[in-house]
């Protein structure tokens, strides 16, 4: 997956994982530049790149950043803060992703990665905080793209995973709207045509509880919505993804077996779901990708490798 190069900014750009991948993107041409937000010298010493002659990448020093007019405003400006609120704007502007947040909400960068040192729950209020939603989506949330090769199904082993970092419990009418999200980034980013099962401990009222109530409630509003995409629910798992269960757990399922977006009913069941993947599967796993802020800023796991920092990037610079 190679993507149109664009400009990403990295507000823990000090931490050796990050350092390796950003040489990695730019020794084969995969980001157009790379902002690097932390101790200059650390930086400078750990890789020998300061600002290079290209442009490709650039160093941010903390410190200065902290102590730079427009950035302080801006940051008054998006957090709402008034005159007597000095303290708490004096926090955020030495805070690394906060002043990322504001390079991308200014728009001098196209993209941000951070949560290597950073937790999830951070990362989230900063962005929504400062970046904002992007209120024609209608919902904030997050995938995980899952690859799996030689897997014969239509789009190449592409699948979606939603949502394994945002909403903690969603309702029937958020599920609804993860699900036309999800449908948007499968065809806009990622060049497949969905087929969505919302997932339950139940396959078409083989069992019951508040949660497979949601689930089926969930499906039929993403069909009403959503009539030219394939969507189907409640299913458990295994008839979502394999068509001999399908053919005699949901007979006549429009999914068929064939899901390539899947919608869970929770964070917790979502979350784990994906490190399952990761620790036993030998698929691989890209993100998460957060959806609807109104500029591509996406979280990693403080558990990521160089290769889930490139993967990333690369999702990130065609969402831009």
Do not use: H, W
Not at 37 to 54: H, K, L, N, Q, W
Not at 98 to 110: K, P
Not at 185 to 202: D, E, H, K, T
């Amino acid at each position: 997956m190679r993507a149109n190069p664009r400009s990403i900014v990295f507000p823990e750009g000090d931490d050796p994982r990050i350092l390796e991948a950003v040489l990695r993107l730019v020794a084969d041409g995969l980001i157009g530049r790379a902002v690097l937000i932390g101790d200059r010298g650390r930086i400078e010493r750990a890789t020998g790149a300061g600002t290079s002659p290209d442009g490709r990448i650039r160093v941010a020093d903390t410190e200065a950043l902290a102590f730079d007019a427009r950035y302080r405003e801006e940051c008054r400006r998006a957090r709402g803060l008034g005159a007597l609120e000095g303290e708490i704007l004096d926090r955020a502007m030495r805070d690394p992703v906060s002043l990322g947040a504001l390079m991308l909400r200014l728009g001098e960068v196209d993209g941000f990665i951070g949560g290597v040192r950073t937790t999830t729950a951070e990362i989230l209020r900063t962005g929504i905080g400062i970046v904002r939603a992007d209120r024609r989506v209608g919902v904030v949330t997050s995938f995980s793209i899952v690859t799996v090769d030689g897997d014969g199904s239509p789009e190449g082993g592409i699948y979606v995973i939603a949502d394994p970092v945002v909403n903690p419990d969603p309702t029937a009418g958020v599920l609804c709207k993860i699900a036309e999200a999800a449908a948007a980034f499968s065809r806009q980013f990622l060049g497949i045509r969905p087929r969505i099962a919302f997932l339950s401990y139940s396959t078409r009222g083989s069992g019951v509880g508040k949660s497979v109530d949601k689930m089926r409630v969930a499906a039929e509003r993403a069909r009403e919505k959503m009539p030219e995409i394939v969507v189907d629910g409640e299913l458990q798992l295994d008839a979502a993804l394999s068509p001999e269960i399908a053919n005699t757990k949901a007979p006549g399922s429009p999914v068929g077996g064939r899901a390539n977006v899947l919608l869970f009913p929770n964070l917790d069941s979502a979350n784990i779901g994906v490190k399952l993947i990761q620790y036993f599967g030998s698929a691989r796993v890209i993100g998460p990708v957060i959806y609807g802020l109104g500029r591509p800023y996406n979280d990693i796991s403080r558990a990521a490798t160089v290769e889930d920092i490139v993967n990333l990037a690369l999702i990130t610079q065609l969402q831009s």
